[in-house]
C-alpha cells in the first residue's frame, strides 16, 4: 500500500494571471509554522483550526503583502494534514514573491495533482472521487457539474462497493469448497451461482451503457448538420443558435468550409457543424474539398442532422438518400425542411418516415430537434442513475464483465472450483481497480472473519 509523504508542498490554487485575488496553498507538516515566520500580526502557531486571520507577509525586511490567511489541522482539511490558505492580492509579482519565500523556508512547489493525490492516500476518499474532483474543476455545463459532484459524494463508489461485495461473498463460498475438496462438499449450487453471475453482469452492463452518456455530458456532442445545396443547412444553424453565424443564400454551394458554434441544451454542450452540401456534379474546387470535409464531418460525428429541402425534393429522390444513409454507424435524425412551402402529400408521407417536419427559419420549431436529441441520448431523467463518465472506469468494468462471462461459461462447461475461484478474483481485481482498494485481501479477510473454520 502506498503512503504519502508529508513533507510541506505549496502551490497557486488560483489559476495564474491577473485577477482581484489569487489563493496559494500549503499542504504538510508545520505549515502553519512554515507560514507564521513570514508572518506579522498574531502568532499562527497558537490559533485554532478553521481559523482566519489578517496580517502583513515580510521576508528579509521586505513587505511582501497584506494577507488573509485560513489555518487547517490536520485532520480536518482537505488532505487530512496540517493545510494554510493563503489570499494575496491577484498580481503574479506577489504570488511569485510569496512563493518564493516559502520555498526559501523549507516548501516544496506540489505536483500537479498533488493535494488531491495525498487527499485520496491519506483516506479522505477513493479514487472514483478523487478523479471526480478533476471533473468538478473541469465542468463547464450543469450536468457535467452535477455528474461530477454526485461521484464526489460516493455515488458510484457505493454502487460498485456492492457489487464487490456480492462477488466477495461468492468467491469466499468457493475457496471454502476448496478447503474441503476432499470431502467432496459443494457448498454452492451450481445454479444459484449462475444466476447471480448474470445478474451481476446485468447490473455491470447497465454501469457500462451508461458511459455512452457520461461521455456525452463530459466532452460534449459532435452534431453535423448535412444534406443537399440549397437544404436549409444554414439556416437551421443561425437559427438554432439564434445569431447569423453562416452565411445563408439561395446560390448552391453557398458553405463550402467547415462552421462550427456550440450550445447548450438540456446542459449538454451541442458542437454543430455545418457542412458544405452533398452534390455530385460540381467542377468547384475549393466545393469539392467542402463537400470531402462534410463527409470525414459525418463519420465523426455523434450524431447527424440529415436536411431535406421539402420543396424541390420528391418522395422517391428522397427514398434514395435514406438507402445510402442505412449503412452509416452514426445516428440520424431526419429533417423535411421548408414545410411552409412543402407539398402536404409529400408531409404526410415522411411523417410516416419519423421525419421531424419544420421551418428552418421557425424558431419556435427549432424546439423539436432539441426535444429529440434529448431522447435519442436519454437525457431528460439523469438525476438518479449512476453515470461513468472515466475512461478508466469504463475499461476497468468491460474487463469485469468480461470475465464474469468467462465465469459463466466455464460454469455451463463445470470446469473446477480452482479455475472459478481464480477467474473470480479476477474480476474483483478490476472491480477494486475502479476505486483503488486491494482486492486479493479483501478475499482472504472476508474467508477468516466470517468464515472462520478453526484450521
Ligand atoms: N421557405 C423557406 N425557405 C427556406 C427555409 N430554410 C431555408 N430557406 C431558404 O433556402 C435557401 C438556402 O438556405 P441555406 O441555409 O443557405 O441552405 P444550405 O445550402 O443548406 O446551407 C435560402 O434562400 C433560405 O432562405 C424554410 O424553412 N422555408
Ligand atoms: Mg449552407
Redesign the pocket.
Same mark, same amino acid.
Given at each position: 500500500m502506498l503512503h504519502s509523504s508529508h513533507e510541506p508542498i505549496v502551490a497557486l490554487a488560483t489559476s495564474s494571471g491577473k485577477g482581484a485575488l489569487a489563493v496559494i496553498r500549503l499542504s504538510g507538516t508545520d505549515t502553519i509554522e512554515l507560514v507564521n515566520q513570514l508572518f506579522k500580526g498574531k502568532d499562527l502557531t497558537l490559533q485554532p483550526s478553521h481559523s482566519l486571520h489578517f496580517g502583513t507577509l515580510i521576508h528579509e525586511d521586505q513587505v511582501l503583502d497584506e494577507v488573509l490567511v485560513a489555518l487547517f489541522r490536520a485532520p480536518k482539511s482537505f488532505t487530512k494534514e496540517e493545510s494554510v490558505e493563503i489570499s494575496c492580492h491577484g498580481s503574479m509579482y506577489i504570488v511569485q514573491n510569496i512563493m518564493q519565500a516559502l520555498i526559501g523556508l523549507g516548501a516544496r512547489l506540489a505536483n500537479p495533482g498533488e493535494f488531491t493525490q495525498r487527499a485520496f492516500l491519506n483516506g479522505r476518499f477513493d479514487l472514483v472521487q478523487a478523479e471526480a474532483v478533476a471533473d468538478l474543476i473541469a465542468a463547464d455545463t450543469a450536468l457535467a457539474h452535477q455528474t461530477a459532484l454526485q461521484q464526489m459524494r460516493a455515488g458510484f463508489s457505493s454502487e460498485l462497493q456492492h457489487l464487490r461485495e456480492k462477488l466477495i461473498h461468492l468467491g469466499a463460498l468457493l475457496e471454502l469448497e476448496l478447503d474441503f475438496s476432499e470431502e467432496d462438499v459443494a457448498f454452492v449450487d451450481r445454479q444459484s451461482l449462475t444466476n447471480l453471475v448474470q445478474s451481476l453482469r446485468t447490473e455491470i452492463s447497465t454501469l457500462i451503457q451508461s458511459f455512452e452518456k457520461g461521455n456525452v455530458i463530459k466532452n460534449g456532442l459532435p452534431i453535423a448538420i448535412v444534406?443537399k445545396?440549397? *437544404?436549409?443547412?444554414?439556416?437551421?444553424l443561425n437559427t438554432l443558435l439564434q445569431e447569423d453565424r453562416?452565411i445563408?443564400?439561395?446560390i448552391?454551394g453557398?458553405?463550402r468550409d467547415v462552421i462550427e458554434a456550440e450550445k447548450n441544451i438540456g446542459g449538454i454542450c451541442c458542437r454543430f457543424i455545418?457542412t458544405a452540401?452533398l452534390r455530385k456534379h460540381t467542377s468547384d474546387e475549393i466545393e469539392l474539398i467542402g463537400i470531402a470535409k462534410a463527409r470525414s464531418q459525418m463519420q465523426q460525428a455523434a450524431l447527424i442532422l440529415y436536411?431535406f429541402d421539402l420543396?424541390t425534393e420528391s418522395l422517391s429522390s428522397i427514398q434514395n438518400t435514406l438507402d445510402e444513409l442505412a449503412n452509416l454507424d452514426v445516428p440520424c435524425i431526419k429533417i423535411g425542411?421548408?414545410?411552409?412551402?412543402a407539398p402536404v402529400e409529400l408531409g404526410t408521407a415522411l411523417t410516416q418516415k419519423d421525419f421531424l417536419l419544420l421551418? *428552418?427559419?421557425?424558431p419556435k420549431q427549432i424546439a423539436k430537434i432539441e426535444q429529440r436529441i434529448m431522447q435519442l441520448f436519454d437525457l431528460n431523467n439523469l438525476d438518479s442513475a449512476t453515470i461513468v463518465v472515466n475512461v478508466r472506469h469504463y475499461e476497468s468494468l468491460v474487463k469485469a464483465n468480461d470475465t464474469l462471462l468467462k465465469v459463466l461459461q466455464g460454469l455451463s462447461q463445470s470446469l473446477s472450483t480452482e479455475w472459478l475461484t481464480l477467474e473470480i478474483k479476477h474480476a474483483l481485481t478490476y472491480l477494486g481497480e475502479i476505486t483503488g482498494k486491494i482486492t486479493t485481501e479483501d478475499l482472504l479477510d472476508e474467508i477468516f472473519s466470517k468464515f472462520c473454520i478453526g484450521k
Open positions: 444534406g445545396p440549397n *437544404a436549409g443547412k444554414s439556416t437551421l453562416a445563408v443564400s439561395h448552391a453557398t458553405t455545418d452540401g436536411v420543396q425542411n421548408k414545410l411552409d412551402v421551418s *428552418a427559419k421557425e
